[in-house]
């Protein structure tokens, strides 16, 4: 058991809240991450920026540096108009970007590996571009779907692909994020067990052991610039999206 | 289709949970693949929309205003003391060009007095020189006058001279004594043929 590389997706129920309304909402270890990411950036971003430092000490440094990431981010991609959803984006690339990184402790739960929470949270995405366009452009919003100077003949056909390709953005936003943690955190788990298994096998074992400790190290390293990665696409990704809902017109 | 599995996956726990009872029951679906169990999907959705809800809240109310401010004050403060700096700047360039400004005037005054002051020179040097030189010059005048008189005297002195040598040299030649009046005569005649063939 210990070492099926699933077994770190289980979700066990630590209180269960069973049956409310024919739901079972009860308090899992998925539950337990979540609370836990956004305890840890949210505190995180509160205490270090507590003193309000003109001079920024390191660690508001970090605060004031994810903000202006983020910030930058969203300005580029969507322009000063799209400042108006910076809560947004910020929280969701901190909340993404923090469970990525509790992911990588040991016996931690991955939050983002678990493909319903990375689909609400791009079905909040979509959500959002489409209510905020409807919104604000009525249905001059439809215009995304209908690029500038396609000949008259050929629009039936790039409505339709456009339409797919907008629908297919929330699964594509979510199973980005999903397949990356998972896929890392099985390999991860895959070559931590030929460590132990081949060293139970004596001294030959521990010789042959070495070659995937190496490269569970190694691996290591590539998931913290994957965990970091994913939430910067996932990031970028959200910052496109909204800027078709501000500017719908190619 | 998420539906449609997730309802029949509920319905099959719900089989299994009469079947073995809660306890197994908390392990899930036995075997599904734990991300896809539709089963833990409402709990995992209604946390995620507390957590994130909150999250989100926090943000947009304590966080975002907080840091944009700090980032904000910084950059006033920045353009504020930019601006005094551009200030203190052109105040002391001012005062570098007054300084300029003065020393240039001092240098002028200060060229104007040594100027003055060696035209002064020169002409008390001109002045003393012609004083010296007016001197001098008839100090020359003088000594060449008195060197005329010397040698007028000397001339006069030659011809007294010339008359007792030549009244010396008669005597002796020819014997007999001659009178100084006679050797006078003799030599103003021979002077005056002298003069006469000069």
Same mark, same amino acid.
């Given at each position: 058991?210990?070492?099926?590389?699933?077994?770190?997706?289980?979700?066990?129920?630590?209180?269960?809240?069973? $049956?409310?309304?024919?739901?079972?909402?009860?308090?899992? $270890? @998925?539950?337990?991450? !979540?609370?836990?990411?956004?305890?840890?950036?949210?505190?995180?971003?509160?205490?270090?920026?507590?003193? &309000? =430092?003109?001079?920024?000490? &390191?660690?508001?440094?970090?605060?004031?540096?994810?903000?202006?990431?983020?910030?930058?981010?969203?300005?580029?991609?969507?322009?000063?108009?799209?400042? &108006?959803?910076?809560?947004?984006?910020?929280?969701?690339?901190?909340?993404?970007?923090?469970?990525?990184?509790?992911? !990588?402790?040991?016996?931690?739960?991955?939050?983002?590996?678990?493909?319903? @929470?990375?689909?609400?949270?791009?079905?909040?995405?979509?959500?959002?571009?489409? @209510?905020?366009?409807?919104?604000?452009?009525?249905?001059?919003?439809?215009?995304?779907?209908? /690029?500038? =100077?396609?000949?008259?003949?050929? @629009?039936?056909?790039?409505?339709?692909?456009?339409?797919?390709?907008?629908?297919? &953005?929330?699964?594509?936003?979510?199973?980005?994020?999903?397949?990356?943690?998972?896929?890392?955190?099985?390999?991860?788990?895959?070559?931590?067990?030929?460590?132990?298994?081949?060293?139970?096998?004596?001294?030959?074992?521990? =010789?042959?052991?070495?070659? /995937?400790?190496?490269?569970?190290?190694?691996?290591?390293?590539?998931?913290?610039?994957?965990?970091?990665?994913?939430?910067?696409?996932?990031?970028?990704?959200?910052?496109?999206?909204?800027?078709?809902?501000?500017?719908?017109?190619? | 289709?998420?539906?449609?599995?997730?309802?029949?996956?509920?319905?099959?726990?719900?089989?299994?949970?009469?079947?073995?009872?809660?306890?197994?029951?908390?392990?899930?679906?036995?075997?599904?693949?734990?991300?896809?169990?539709?089963?833990?999907?409402?709990?995992?959705?209604?946390?995620?929309?507390?957590?994130?809800?909150?999250?989100?809240?926090?943000?947009?109310?304590?966080?975002?205003?907080?840091?944009?401010?700090?980032?904000?004050?910084?950059?006033?403060?920045?353009?504020?003391?930019?601006?005094?700096?551009? %200030?203190? +700047?052109?105040?002391?360039?001012?005062?570098?060009? #007054?300084?300029?400004?003065?020393? #240039?005037?001092?240098?002028?005054?200060?060229?104007?007095?040594?100027?003055?002051?060696?035209?002064?020179?020169?002409?008390?040097?001109?002045?003393?020189?012609?004083?010296?030189?007016?001197?001098?010059?008839?100090?020359?005048?003088?000594?060449?006058?008195?060197?005329?008189?010397?040698?007028?005297?000397?001339?006069?002195?030659?011809?007294?001279?010339?008359?007792? *040598? *030549?009244?010396?040299?008669?005597?002796?030649?020819?014997?007999?004594?001659? *009178? +100084? #009046?006679?050797? *006078?005569?003799?030599?103003? #005649?021979?002077?005056?043929? %002298?003069?006469?063939?000069?």
């Amino acid at each position: 058991m210990a070492n099926d590389p699933i077994h770190q997706f289980h979700i066990n129920k630590i209180i269960p809240i069973e $049956n409310v309304a024919g739901l079972d909402l009860s308090f899992t $270890n @998925v539950s337990l991450f !979540m609370v836990v990411t956004v305890a840890a950036a949210s505190l995180f971003l509160y205490i270090t920026t507590a003193n &309000r =430092g003109l001079v920024p000490g &390191r660690l508001q440094s970090v605060s004031e540096m994810s903000y202006e990431f983020v910030a930058s981010m969203l300005r580029d991609a969507a322009g000063t108009q799209g400042m &108006r959803f910076f809560p947004f984006v910020f929280s969701l690339f901190m909340f993404v970007l923090v469970a990525n990184l509790f992911g !990588m402790f040991p016996y931690f739960f991955t939050v983002t590996s678990s493909i319903i @929470v990375t689909f609400a949270l791009s079905i909040l995405v979509i959500g959002t571009v489409v @209510v905020y366009g409807f919104m604000k452009h009525g249905l001059k919003f439809l215009g995304l779907f209908v /690029p500038e =100077g396609v000949p008259g003949l050929l @629009v039936p056909l790039v409505v339709m692909i456009e339409v797919i390709s907008f629908l297919s &953005r929330p699964i594509s936003l979510s199973v980005r994020l999903f397949a990356n943690m998972l896929a890392g955190h099985i390999t991860l788990k895959v070559f931590a067990g030929f460590v132990t298994s081949l060293s139970a096998l004596g001294a030959l074992g521990i =010789g042959g052991a070495l070659l /995937p400790l190496l490269m569970t190290i190694a691996l290591t390293g590539l998931e913290f610039l994957v965990a970091f990665l994913q939430a910067y696409v996932f990031a970028v990704l959200t910052c496109m999206y909204l800027n078709d809902a501000l500017h719908p017109s190619h | 289709m998420f539906v449609t599995k997730a309802f029949a996956q509920e319905a099959a726990q719900e089989a299994v949970e009469a079947a073995h009872g809660a306890a197994e029951a908390a392990h899930g679906a036995e075997g599904a693949f734990p991300p896809f169990d539709a089963s833990t999907y409402p709990s995992q959705l209604f946390w995620l929309a507390l957590t994130f809800g909150f999250l989100f809240w926090f943000m947009s109310k304590i966080i975002v205003p907080r840091i944009g401010g700090i980032l904000e004050m910084r950059q006033d403060r920045i353009a504020q003391d930019l601006d005094k700096a551009h %200030e203190l +700047k052109s105040e002391a360039d001012e005062a570098i060009a #007054a300084y300029e400004q003065e020393l #240039a005037d001092a240098k002028a005054s200060a060229n104007e007095i040594g100027n003055k002051a060696r035209d002064a020179a020169k002409s008390a040097a001109e002045a003393e020189r012609q004083k010296i030189e007016k001197k001098l010059g008839e100090q020359l005048a003088e000594a060449e006058k008195r060197i005329a008189d010397i040698r007028d005297k000397a001339m006069a002195d030659l011809g007294e001279i010339a008359t007792e *040598t *030549t009244q010396a040299v008669v005597s002796q030649l020819i014997g007999g004594s001659i *009178t +100084k #009046a006679e050797v *006078t005569k003799a030599l103003k #005649a021979s002077e005056g043929q %002298e003069k006469s063939n000069g």
